[in-house]
């Protein structure tokens, strides 16, 4: 079994940043994908960004450009730095990670863009 839980979410203005950060613990497969995905009101969760454990990275065309996700394998976290942030990135963020048996979600954190 593996846990997920997000932090560094909340409120902040539009062109403001903020960073999120998933720590997992547990059984976790060494060979594995690590996810942010977002789910707006009324809307389907979409993936924001993903990495590897080889470090290879994918973003959504959204986040690409403004969002930079990494990980640090000895720590079993991942991060996602988000820069100039608009109001539609307004969401909960949730960190997933994906082994060839088994997907893990975390329970979320909010995100706000607002003045």
């Known amino acids: 079994q593996v846990q997920l839980v997000e932090s560094g979410g909340g409120l902040v203005q539009p062109g403001g940043s903020l960073r999120l950060t998933c720590a997992a613990s547990?059984?976790?497969?060494?060979?594995?994908?690590m996810v942010w995905y977002r789910q707006a009101p009324g809307k389907q969760r979409e993936l924001v960004a993903s990495?590897?454990?080889?470090?290879?990275?994918n973003y959504a065309d959204s986040a690409k450009g403004r969002f930079t996700i990494s990980r640090d394998n000895a720590k079993n976290t991942m991060s996602l730095q988000m820069n100039s942030l608009k109001p539609e990135d307004t969401a909960v963020y949730y960190c997933?990670?994906?082994?060839?048996?088994?997907?893990?979600w975390g329970q979320g954190t909010q995100v706000t863009v607002s003045s």
């Open positions: 997933n990670l994906q082994s060839a048996l088994h997907s893990y």
């Open positions: 547990g059984s976790i497969a060494s060979i594995n994908v």
């Open positions: 990495i590897t454990n080889g470090g290879r990275t």
